[in-house]
Nanobody, 119 residues
Framework: QVQLVESGGGLVQSGGSLRLSCAAS????????MGWYRQPTGNARELLAQ???????YYDSSVKGRFTISRDNAKNTVSLQMYSLRPEDTAVYYC?????????????WGQGTQVTVSS
C-alpha cells in the first residue's frame, strides 16, 4: 500500500503562483510514476503532469510551460510548481502514484487539495 498526503493548496489571484507538494509513504517502488491530476467541480479528473524515477516528464498541453513537476526519490516526494495561474485552473488537485504490476494498472491517490484562482 501507498499513502499520499498533499499540501500547498489555497486561494491565489489570477497570474499568481502556488506550489503543491505530496509526500508518499508505504511500499514505494523506484519504478513508480508519480503525477498530479485535477478535478474541477462537475468535471472529470484530468491528468496534468507525470514524472518517472529518471526525471522523465509528461505535461498536458493545458499546463505545459506554466507548471513544473519535480520529484525527490530519496524523500519520496513529488511537487508541482504552478505559475501564471488562471481562474480555469480552479480545481481539487490530486497526487497520484501509478505502477503496472503483472499487467494490472495500479493507482494510488491522495485526499486532494483545493486550488482556487480568483479573477
Amino acid at each position: 500500500q501507498v499513502q499520499l498526503v498533499e499540501s500547498g493548496g489555497g486561494l491565489v489571484q489570477s497570474g499568481g503562483s502556488l506550489r503543491l507538494s505530496c509526500a508518499a509513504s508505504g511500499n514505494i517502488f523506484g519504478s513508480d510514476v508519480m503525477g498530479w491530476y485535477r478535478q474541477p467541480t462537475g468535471n472529470a479528473r484530468e491528468l496534468l503532469a507525470q514524472i518517472d524515477s529518471g526525471a522523465g516528464t509528461y505535461y498536458d498541453s493545458s499546463v505545459k510551460g506554466r507548471f513544473t513537476i519535480s520529484r525527490d526519490n530519496a524523500k519520496n516526494t513529488v511537487s508541482l510548481q504552478m505559475y501564471s495561474l488562471r481562474p480555469e485552473d480552479t480545481a481539487v488537485y490530486y497526487c497520484n502514484v501509478w505502477r503496472r504490476d503483472s499487467g494490472v494498472n495500479i493507482n494510488y491517490w491522495g485526499q486532494g487539495t483545493q486550488v482556487t484562482v480568483s479573477s
